[in-house]
């Protein structure tokens, strides 16, 4: 009896290599594929580099403005706001129909050409100032005090004045050598130049009333 169980451990200990042996030759001989790495395949978070390298940001191209295009940005966007501020009050303390009604067209007209150039000015890089500079402020503040028939002569008399000095800053920009620019004096410089012909009008029209 002692002989038959010592057979049968000899037997059951040769059947446990033989299951080791066969897994260990299995695992060895795995037939799935390493993750390949290279041209034909990506290590993990390869994918989100290559995604993250194919999206470069987008910029819009770096202008060189000149002195004179700079000054003409600044200028134009802080006489157009001074412009449509006065407009304003020009509805709201004119006396005459008159001078209301060249403020409604000055309000209008530059404010399409405000719009405009603030489009230009984004296309360059360029960000225009949002209130009128400290020369227009004063005589808008100015203009604020005064009341009737005294408002409407200061206000024309401050019309010929500005669009005087608008026609000078538009011409100079029709000269510009970015073609944008120029192109954007030119189209605007007839406008300015109706506006300067009915400022003096006003102003002469409202001389007589004195």
């Known amino acids: 009896m002692k002989n038959g169980i010592t057979a049968a451990c000899a037997i059951a200990l040769l059947l446990g290599t033989a299951a080791a042996q066969a897994q ?6 795995d037939p799935r594929p390493a993750p390949a790495i290279g041209n034909g395949g990506n290590a993990p978070g390869a994918d989100a580099n290559a995604s993250s390298a194919a999206s ?3 910029r819009a191209p770096a202008v060189k403005l000149s002195s004179s295009d700079q000054e003409f940005f600044a200028k134009a966007a802080a006489s157009g ?3 449509v501020n006065a407009g304003q009050m020009a509805q709201a303390q004119g006396s005459t129909d008159q001078v209301k009604t060249f403020g409604r067209q000055m309000m209008r007209d530059h404010g399409k050409a405000n719009a405009e150039l603030k489009q230009l000015a984004a296309s360059k890089g360029v960000t225009l100032p949002d209130a009128p500079d400290a020369d227009h402020q004063k005589e808008l503040d100015q203009l604020k005090q005064k009341q009737g028939g005294e408002f409407d002569q200061e206000y024309a008399k401050g019309q010929v004045k500005d669009h005087k000095e608008a026609v000078s800053l538009f011409e100079k920009a029709a000269k ?3 073609a944008d620019i120029k192109a954007f004096a030119q189209k605007t410089l007839p406008v300015l130049k109706e506006h ?3 400022a003096k009008s006003l102003d002469d029209q409202l001389q007589k009333r004195k």
């Open 56 to 58: 470069p940001n987008e």
């Open 196 to 198: 300067l012909t009915m």
């Open 176 to 178: 510009s050598k970015d």
């Open 24 to 29: 260990s030759a299995a695992g060895a001989t």
């Open 81 to 83: 706001l001074g412009e």
